[in-house]
């Protein structure tokens, strides 16, 4: 039986990736580590060459499977152009994880949110709005207290709470000044803790409740991780939320919010789990390759 030649398209120094490859070690797969900012495309290629992505002297169209760890961010011609070249990796008949599609979906907030909602998940009331007035007003109809977010971003950076009128008056003027979009969420009071469930296909392959003394609840704000079995309608709000983005494995981010629903915040499509490692009894990463392996190929 041939092994598949894998590529980790990530740093290699990096934590995530070295639990990964040791992870494809121990089923006998020596995988290889690329740059996503350093993958070059070719068309009509000349000759002694071909056309694909190319990653130094190697193409990984002879790849059967690219996992896609990190996607710096950049310009937005850099973001448009590395998606473009995982697309182009992807139709060559290479496997990607996650597909370049659903990685499209699950990094703009909104469009996951709106996606979510119409799978029938619940999402917490959201305006986005390019107008610093109607943010205004909107600030209003959310009832004074709302959450601020970058329409993309990861682990909590940059999202404000507003609840004073000239307190978000001034953060709207200055998002104003940078040509940002207005991306707005009711506030949801949820006891300053979440859920954070990684999926892998329609398998919660771990869990956690993240308990903070501030609303932020990420680990990477200061959250504690703590051990969590959840329950079967929690697993398939997991895996409804991963079905509705297309993932193949992801992090799935919950609220029980105080008034008895459970919200569903947020799908990351290359999410942290060394904080959930530490308080989760299988490896994580042997999970995702497993998933990999037994489901991703022919």
Known sequence: MNLPRTFIL??????????????FQARGIEPQYASVPHL???LAAPAGSEDGVWAGSRCLREADLVLVR????????????RMDVLHQLEDSGVRVVNRPG?????????YTSSLLSRAGLVVPATVVTESRDEAMAAF??????????PLFGSRGAGMVRLTDAD??????????????????????????????????????VAAMTRHSSTW??????????????????????????????????????LLQGEDGVAYVLEVNS??????????????IAEEIVAYCLTKCLP
């Open 10 to 23: 990530a740093d290699p120094n990096a934590w995530h990736s070295q639990q990964l490859h040791a992870a």
């Open 40 to 42: 070059q495309a070719r």
């Open 70 to 81: 990190d996607v710096p961010g950049g310009s937005l011609e850099q973001i448009i152009y």
């Open 102 to 110: 659903a990685i499209e979906k699950m990094v703009d907030k909104y």
């Open 140 to 149: 209003e109809s959310l009832g004074r207290d709302v959450i601020l977010k």
């Open 167 to 204: 307190t978000a008056y001034r953060a709207f003027q200055a998002l104003e000044l940078g040509r940002f979009i207005y991306y707005l969420q009711r506030f949801i009071p949820h006891g300053d803790y979440d859920i954070r469930l990684l999926m892998a296909g329609e398998r919660c």
């Open 216 to 253: 932020k609840t990420n680990i990477s704000q200061g959250a504690e991780p703590r051990a969590y079995e959840p329950p079967p309608e929690v697993v398939d709000l997991g895996k409804r939320a991963a079905e509705a983005v297309g993932a193949d494995y992801c992090g799935v981010d």
């Open 270 to 283: 290359m999410p942290a789990w060394n904080g959930l490692q530490t308080v989760s009894s299988c490896s």
